[in-house]
T-cell receptor
Framework: EDQVTQSPEALRLQEGESSSLNCSYT??????LFWYRQDPGKGPEFLFT???AGEEKEKERLKATLTKKESFLHITAPKPEDSATYLC????????????FGTGTRLKVLA | SAVISQKPSRDICQRGTSLTIQCQVD?????MFWYRQQPGQSLTLIAT?????????ESGFVIDKFPISRPNLTFSTLTVSNMSPEDSSIYLC???????????FGEGSRLTVL
């Protein structure tokens, strides 16, 4: 069964304290892995797409990497405005045209 | 990226009533997706709506409860029928980007059923 698991569920960081969020996946066929940011009361905002192992994408303080079994979202020197829920999703090829979302990591960055 | 507008942004409804959520996209798209996000949970796909054909529903979701219309390539509606408190949730409309398969989402419609 296709599955996406994110860890940790919640993370509190001091401003400037770098860390990584994990997204592990078990799918029969991966078309792409996506990272989203979701602020309270809003829809998810697209951040990155990764297609193959070894690929990396960067945007400001965020860097996403992909292996054959997991993806990491590295946050370097975070600021309070980086506080949000970060969602990982995979686009799978197994039979149905489908995206599977993880449950997210709630990040809180303290000033 | 696509710009997606959803209405209403939030509503409080009485048990047993129905509510229709509208989704307007600023460009023509083949597929539109409807998701549900219950409090503290991730996104669950309700159905995929293609223009000119019946929507395809995921396991656990049925047309009688969540009828969908897709009259053209830029618009869709989702109706939540005969609502109960368990239907209290955020409902999200999304479309696939033209570049790499990423999804773009509307702001969501937050429904509270009393």
């Amino acid at each position: 069964e296709d599955q996406v698991t994110q860890s940790p569920e919640a993370l509190r960081l001091q401003e400037g304290e770098s860390s990584s969020l994990n997204c592990s996946y078990t799918v029969s066929g991966l078309r792409g892995l996506f990272w989203y940011r979701q602020d309270p009361g809003k829809g998810p905002e697209f951040l990155f797409t990764l297609y193959s192992a070894g690929e990396e994408k960067e945007k400001e303080r965020l860097k996403a990497t992909l292996t054959k079994k997991e993806s990491f979202l590295h946050i370097t020197a975070p600021k309070p405005e980086d506080s949000a829920t970060y969602l990982c999703a995979v686009h799978v090829t197994s039979g149905t045209y489908k995206y599977i979302f993880g449950t997210g990591t709630r990040l809180k960055v303290l000033a | 990226s696509a710009v997606i507008s959803q209405k209403p942004s939030r509503d409080i409804c009485q048990r047993g009533t129905s509510l229709t959520i509208q989704c307007q996209v600023d460009s023509q798209v083949t597929m539109m997706f409807w998701y549900r996000q219950q409090p503290g949970q991730s996104l669950t796909l309700i159905a995929t709506a293609n223009q000119g054909s019946e929507a395809t529903y995921e396991s656990g979701f049925v047309i009688d409860k969540f009828p969908i219309s897709r009259p053209n390539l830029t618009f869709s509606t989702l109706t939540v029928s005969n609502m109960s408190p368990e239907d209290s949730s955020i409902y999200l409309c999304s479309v696939e980007g033209h570049v790499g398969g990423e999804l773009f989402f509307g702001e969501g419609s937050r429904l509270t059923v009393l």
